[in-house]
């Protein structure tokens, strides 16, 4: 059974709005039939099948469509078990259910919808975007399990089983990565719980049964013969604005959402020098930055802008980490790096140059590790960072400490190019 949501844009209301209808495809039949929804073409998504965020109320909306599709889902189930073949009455019926038939029979408890209710409630309790959008992906992925595999995902009977058919579709099916699948698990543990306790489900799985790895990654930052690289490149104009803002992350730390919202409100005088601060987007942490020369330069060189909404001049992030492997490119940092993969369950590594994996994270790493280099102690990095958890500063510690054994091994000292200067 296939479902599909399209548009009859022949059939338009006095305010040129059109209905939504919903086809089902069965074994050799089809029907059709509408779902109550109206919207003008341009609120309508026709590739992704739902209404764009321009709809008023545009993500209940959707979730009525969700909701439909799941019900139809469940219908065609009960249909295939007893044999019947399905009619447009009974898809009717399914979709505009009377009230009588609605107060005796119980709904399914379908994994997706009660995502999006954990969502709401989530959103209602104040937690970051950051969250939610890990929730929203949740919810898509059991979705997408639920229309490839045709198997209605209830936490009244999610068992052991049931979860390893998901991680194999996830696995071989998505061809998601490791560390994307064991945060896939993380968020499905956080959901179930909330079933189980907030809503009084019996959910039957042992949640800590519930197991999904993550694989050490490599975590990649610049040393400061890339950082001179970067500095003094020959870029088209493009390009430039990208890697001024890479450089000022790597000169402050910040997270691409906390460069991407630093407002001129943020930058601040104190003791004779310049200082940021703000409130991280990600864990609402309040942080104070002192702004090195080589920082404040970046700033100043867009002052000149006018008055501005932002301080400096961020593009989208997907944009960005696209333009950054031009800019390493152009940078020279070609130097060859392993990185290791695992794609359908097999371990594959291979060689890629430097630039490949040039990201706008890569220059939070870069601060922390260069940091520690200079002898930041790891608690200072924690502040300076927002880090909620200390041993999340410690693991660029423990690469440090790493480097300086090798220098060691090599030098009998430390040389001082090691320590980059002008930040």
């Not at 209905?19 to 069965?26: D, R, T």
């Not at 008023?56 to 019900?71: F, I, K, M, Q, V």
């Not at 919810?139 to 997408?144: K, R």
Request: proline fraction near 4%; aromatic fraction near 8%; include cysteine.
């Amino acid at each position: 059974m296939v479902t599909q949501f399209i548009l009859r844009t022949d059939k338009k209301d006095s305010a040129g709005r059109s209905p939504v209808h919903l086809v089902v495809y069965f074994d050799g039949a089809r029907l059709k039939c509408a779902t109550g929804e109206k919207c003008k073409p341009a609120d309508w998504n026709a590739d992704r099948q739902k209404f764009r965020a321009s709809f008023p109320l545009a993500e209940e909306a959707n979730g009525l469509l969700a909701r439909l599709a799941t019900d139809t889902l469940a219908w065609w189930r009960k249909l295939r078990a007893s044999g019947e073949a399905p009619t447009l009455a009974g898809l009717r019926a399914v979709l505009r259910p009377a009230p009588a038939e609605v107060a005796a029979t119980a709904a399914p408890n379908s994994i997706t919808m009660l995502n999006t209710e954990h969502r709401e409630a989530l959103r209602a309790r104040g937690y970051a975007n950051h969250t939610l959008r890990q929730r929203k992906m949740l919810c898509s992925w059991l979705g997408n399990y639920e229309r490839d595999r045709g198997e209605l995902l209830d936490p009244t009977t999610y068992d052991l089983a049931t979860h390893d058919r998901v991680l194999q579709y996830l696995h071989f099916d998505r061809n998601l990565a490791q560390n994307t699948i064991a945060s896939f698990v993380r968020g499905l543990k956080v959901f179930l719980r909330w079933c189980r306790e907030e809503r009084a489900m019996s959910v039957p799985v042992e949640l800590r049964k519930l197991q999904g790895k993550h694989a050490d990654v490599l975590k990649m930052w610049l040393s400061a013969e890339d950082l001179a690289a970067l500095t003094t490149a020959m870029l088209p104009a493009h390009l430039t604005q990208v890697r001024d803002v890479l450089l000022f992350c790597c000169y402050t730390g910040l997270r691409y959402s906390d460069v991407w919202a630093l407002q001129p409100g943020n930058l601040h005088e104190w003791d004779g020098a310049r200082v940021l601060r703000l409130v991280q987007t990600k864990t609402r942490t309040g942080v104070s930055i002192y702004l090195t020369e080589a920082a404040g330069a970046i700033i100043d060189r867009y002052a000149a802008d006018g008055e501005r909404a932002r301080l400096l001049p961020v593009l989208a992030n997907q944009v960005m980490n696209r333009h950054l492997k031009q800019v390493g490119k152009y940078a020279g940092l070609t130097a060859p790096v392993v990185v290791t993969e695992r794609i359908a369950g097999e371990v594959v590594k291979k060689s890629v140059p430097k630039y490949e994996l040039l990201t706008s994270h890569t220059a939070r790493h870069t601060f922390a590790t260069q940091s520690l280099l200079r002898g930041m102690p790891v608690e200072v990095l924690q502040k300076v960072m927002g880090h909620a958890k200390i041993q999340t500063s410690a693991q660029s510690g423990e690469l440090v400490n790493k480097i300086k054994r090798l220098e060691l091994d090599a030098y009998g000292t430390f040389p001082h190019s090691f320590y980059p200067a002008g930040r």
